[in-house]
């Protein structure tokens, strides 16, 4: 088992930055693939960014590239997710999740383990 808490969240300017962490306790950090997805009212719950175990590879949903930055510090069994640039239509909540079924990135169904989610509330 793996139990991921995520911190960081809040309420931000559009424009403004965020920085959420995702700490990890459990099994080895360092073999599971990372990701963050985020759901919005009334809304699928989709994938925002993952990083691979040795994070020498990270994925972007377009929605988020070039303005969020995954990575991950084994050391510390965390993984963040930097914000910067944010628009309102990147209110949401946003989890953590790990798998470690292989080199698979950005399908929901195929994480195991999930946060609780922290609120990411962007005003125009």
């Known amino acids: 088992q793996v139990q991921l808490v995520e911190s960081g969240g809040g309420l931000v300017q559009a424009g403004g930055s965020l920085r959420l962490s995702c700490a990890a306790s459990?099994?080895?950090?360092?073999?599971?693939?990372m990701g963050w997805f985020r759901q919005a009212p009334g809304k699928e719950r989709e994938f925002v960014a993952a990083v691979n175990w040795s994070a020498g590879s990270t994925y972007y949903a377009d929605s988020v590239k070039g303005r969020f930055t995954i990575a991950r510090d084994n050391a510390k069994n965390t993984a963040y997710l930097q914000m910067n640039t944010l628009k309102p239509e990147d209110t949401a909540v946003y989890y953590c999740?790990?798998?470690?079924?292989?080199?698979?990135?950005?399908?929901?169904?195929?994480?195991?383990?999930w946060g609780q989610g922290t609120q990411v509330t962007v005003s125009s």
């Open positions: 459990g099994r080895t950090f360092s073999n599971y693939v």
């Open positions: 999740a790990a798998h470690n079924r292989g080199p698979y990135y950005r399908s929901k169904s195929t994480y195991d383990y």
